[in-house]
């Protein structure tokens, strides 16, 4: 497995960070921090590139007023992105990996959101990351499938 460096915040690659969302999605951009995001960033040992990307956002002051009062913690995985040039080494597992345990600090679940036109995301977040896909109930989304992963089940 190679090994790799995961940061917390986008340091340098705030430029590098977009484009690698913009190569997946053309219309992603990086959150607005009202959306309290969380980043990680990935490079592989040896080098400064950017490999990867992770964003965490909706929920990690413990509790926030809204309108409807008091909202949970609710931690939300937006994007997990590894470059096309070094996917297949395991890369993705590492980042996620990290990501899910930090988001998850204090028993919390972390839900993911995965755009139903990539059967092979919702493959990965299943079987590698033993993520529950929600039930059909709790899916509010056409496009998006909702999925959960719990600290306790890992």
Request: aromatic share 6%; glycine share 8%.
């Amino acid at each position: 497995m190679t090994p790799v460096q995961i940061s917390f915040g986008l340091g340098e690659h705030e430029d590098t960070a977009r484009a690698l969302l913009q190569r997946e999605w053309p219309l992603a951009d990086l959150p607005p921090a009202v959306n309290e995001p969380r980043i990680w960033t990935m490079t592989c040992a040896g080098s400064n590139a950017l490999a990867g990307l992770a964003v965490v956002a909706n929920g990690f002051r413990a509790r926030v007023v809204s309108a409807d009062g008091m909202r949970p913690y609710r931690p939300l995985l937006e994007y997990l992105v590894v470059d096309q040039e070094v996917r297949g080494e395991g890369l993705g597992r590492q980042l996620a990996r990290r990501v899910l345990e930090e988001a998850s600090k204090g028993g919390h679940d972390v839900r993911i959101e995965v755009e139903r036109t990539r059967p092979g995301a919702v493959r990965f977040w299943t079987q590698h990351m033993h993520c529950t896909l929600l039930p059909e109930a709790e899916q509010t989304d056409p496009r998006i499938y909702h999925l959960r992963w719990s600290p306790a089940g890992s």
